[in-house]
């Protein structure tokens, strides 16, 4: 269990440096070439050989059709709806189905792990340290995960903007702050923090803006809103990823 306890600029300047690594460059990158391949640019998939034709059984005195049913084209099938063979479908395809597969998977939200409900009020003005023993025993997440808690965390015990502040008298967070309670609260180890802030910032320039997350937080005319879509703009990026 760690035992670090990180201020929320410590945790920003953390996430900063591990986004502007050539490794977390070459995951933002790499993931967005491999996921948005074109489809055009797939090898089509192989076609199946046709099952060889069966030569038509000769004619029985039963075959004979009667002169008194209606006549029945040769090549008319009995049946309204024939089934098709079983392969037919797959000439269909423009990609193979394993890479029909895989992108569908990569699409799927992550899994969320055994929900706990957050601590009441009390909880939210509590000491970060009264929270630790909740991370005993507690597996680790991913960072979409951890964000979606921290979500939660500024929903139920609020938001604020506080200049160098992890959290103000009524229990809010700042984004920050949040994510180091999720952390506290058993939701994702220190590394998946710094993973969860590097996708952080990784939206933010996507966005436009070039600073940290505590600079963003606090820039005047933010709101709880702008917090939250950021958020959710930001786990739909890493986990498209599969992070």
Known sequence: METVQ????QLDAQASRLHDTDAWQRIVTGWEQTAREPAST?????????????????????SVPDPGTPHQHPHQHPHPHPHPHPADWRELLSVPVDRLVEDSLRALPPRRPHERPLPGRLGAVLPERLHAWRRIGQPDVRPSVHLGYARQILTEWGWQNT????????GARCLCGAMLTAHRLGYGSLDTVD?????????????????????????????AADALALIDA?????????H
């Open 163 to 170: 200049p160098y502040r992890l959290r103000n008298a009524r």
């Open 234 to 242: 930001t786990i739909h990026r890493a986990a498209l990823a599969g």
């Open 42 to 62: 797939a090898s089509p998939a192989p076609a199946l050989p046709a099952p060889p034709a069966l030569p038509a059984p000769p004619a029985s005195p039963a």
């Open 195 to 223: 993973r969860a802030g590097a996708w952080l910032i990784t939206e933010l320039r996507s966005q436009g803006w070039s600073g940290l997350i505590g600079p963003w937080n606090r820039h005047p005319g933010r709101t």
């Open 6 to 9: 990180l201020t929320p600029d």
